[in-house]
């Protein structure tokens, strides 16, 4: 009897995870579309529904409906199965995200104690179905895209799991909701040197999802559209629902780890986590479409030369305050 | 060691300026505008599509003779009060160029471009012997923004 009331109870909480994320992605494409385009002094959408919001909505639908095309010579289980290598680990991640609490709820799908290496664990796999993407596509604009996705995010892991570890260390917890917890009173950013850790976070975590200034994976002008080149209809449709969801998922992180996740006075914690959340995902796309794309060797050089020094010099000051 | 950082300081600080370009912009006006429901008023200059003012022109023939891909077809008479009338006036909008030459040559401005911009049409037969002497003859093309 318990365990069929469990069952209907995961059953329930996914199908509320995988709403929110479907609907998170709408949203955040309308949301980028929208800041793109004032930011060019322009529009964006703006004829379906109020403002253009339920573009994404017939953008979907329009996907849903396309043909499936496989081209001739692809490595067929590898490039039917990237997509959901890009899909699923962004989607369970959200099984340790803190939303807050409702009624005296909390809002996490399960609060594993190890739920910071679950996290990284997990989003280092969503490398693998860009990887697959690109070599199972059988074409040198993809596969150039899925080594260059390889060599970026196994470097940019480096400086952005150590600032992570570096909130870890003031937490002294792996566990989401403690740290966030750990954040009564004081958010982390608050603290310089959890400050300088929050600007690696943010930088690292904007190459590790291959946004701009760091899309050398699918940079348009050089490699058409990288990884994605041969893909259409639903199944391009899941590399981009994989991409807004990682955009969310390392907003959330950054918002948990060093903003003090869900708390904040006066409003319910729940609106505290996704103003917080939403406000990193809008200067990411402000800075989207604010830089241009860097090169391949400069991306490297920043990650080895510039960001990854500064993180583990932070990593020790941070260590020394504690032990002061 | 010393310009390592101040190469990250001054890094930084470009960035800064760019992200406050982007951010002044995105408070700005949009300088598109919403195209079928909304439409941008034609310059002065603009060449649009050949118009004539009937009461300027004294037939001195000027435009038909510049004209470079001879759209412009003119004839009249004369009463006997010795006033030239017009018999027809017409405008192939499939041959004209809209090089404006007919509007720079004319003595009397008469004839000139006018600012309608939406010239596409269903048929050729709309395009062919336009009579420019009938004064609604862009009537259904004329947008309500557009004198």
């Given at each position: 009897m318990v365990s069929i009331l469990t069952f209907i109870i995961m059953i329930a909480v996914g199908a509320a995870v995988l709403g929110f994320i479907a609907v998170s992605a709408m949203f955040l494409i309308w949301w980028e579309r929208k800041v793109s385009a004032h930011i060019q002094t322009r529009y964006g959408p703006?004829?379906?529904g109020w403002h253009g919001v339920l573009q994404s909505v017939a953008d979907v639908i329009k996907l849903l409906l396309k043909e499936n095309i496989v081209p001739e010579d692809v490595d067929k289980p590898i490039w039917w199965l990237a997509p959901f290598f890009a899909v699923v680990p962004s989607v369970m991640v959200f099984v340790c995200i803190p939303f807050g609490n409702l009624f005296g709820i909390d809002l996490i799908a399960r609060d594993l104690n190890i739920g910071i290496l679950y996290i990284m664990a997990l989003t280092s796999i969503s490398v693998l179905g860009i990887f697959m993407a690109g070599w199972g596509s059988n074409n040198k604009y993809s596969l150039l895209g899925g080594m260059r996705s390889a060599a970026q995010i196994v470097s940019y892991e480096v400086p952005m799991i150590i600032s992570m570890v570096t909130a870890v260390m003031f937490a002294g917890t792996l566990s989401m909701q403690k740290i966030v917890e750990a954040?009564?009173?004081?958010?982390?950013?608050?603290?310089p040197n959890m400050a300088v850790a929050f600007l690696i976070f943010v930088i690292s975590a904007t190459a590790e999802i291959n946004r701009t200034p760091f899309d050398i994976p699918e940079a348009e002008s050089e490699l058409?559209?990288?990884?994605?080149?041969e893909y259409s209809g639903m199944k391009f449709a899941m590399f981009f629902l994989g991409e807004y969801t990682n955009l969310f998922i390392v907003s959330a992180l950054a918002a948990t780890l060093?903003?003090?996740?869900?708390?904040?006075?006066?409003?319910?914690p729940v609106l505290w986590f996704l103003i917080k959340t939403y406000g990193i995902i809008t200067v990411l796309m402000w800075v989207r479409w604010t830089f241009p794309r860097v090169r391949v060797d400069q991306l490297m050089g920043f990650a080895w030369k510039v960001l990854t020094p500064i993180a583990f010099a932070n990593l020790a000051v941070a260590g020394w305050i504690l032990l002061k | 060691m010393i310009k390592y950082f101040i190469n990250i300081v001054a890094g930084a600080i470009s960035l800064m300026k760019g992200l406050f370009v982007t951010f002044k912009n995105l408070f700005s006006k949009a300088v598109t505008v919403q195209y079928p429901t909304q439409k941008l008023q034609m310059t002065e200059r603009y060449r649009g599509l050949v118009d004539l003012r009937i009461e300027k022109c004294i037939k001195c023939y000027m435009c038909v003779k510049i004209c470079p891909t001879a759209c412009l077809a003119l004839a009249h008479k004369e009463t006997a009060e010795k006033k030239k009338e017009f018999v027809y006036f017409k405008y192939n909008m499939e041959l004209c160029?809209?090089?404006g030459l007919c509007d720079q040559v004319c003595p009397t401005q008469a004839i000139y471009l006018n600012?309608?911009?939406?010239?596409?049409?269903?048929?050729?037969d709309k395009l062919r012997d336009i009579d420019l002497l009938n004064t609604e003859k862009y009537g259904e093309w004329a947008h309500p923004t557009v004198k």
């Open positions: 703006m004829r379906v954040q009564r009173g004081m958010w982390f950013i608050f603290q058409v559209a990288g990884f994605h080149t060093f903003l003090g996740g869900w708390q904040g006075p006066f409003l319910p | 160029c809209f090089c600012q309608i911009y939406e010239i596409a049409v269903y048929g050729r």
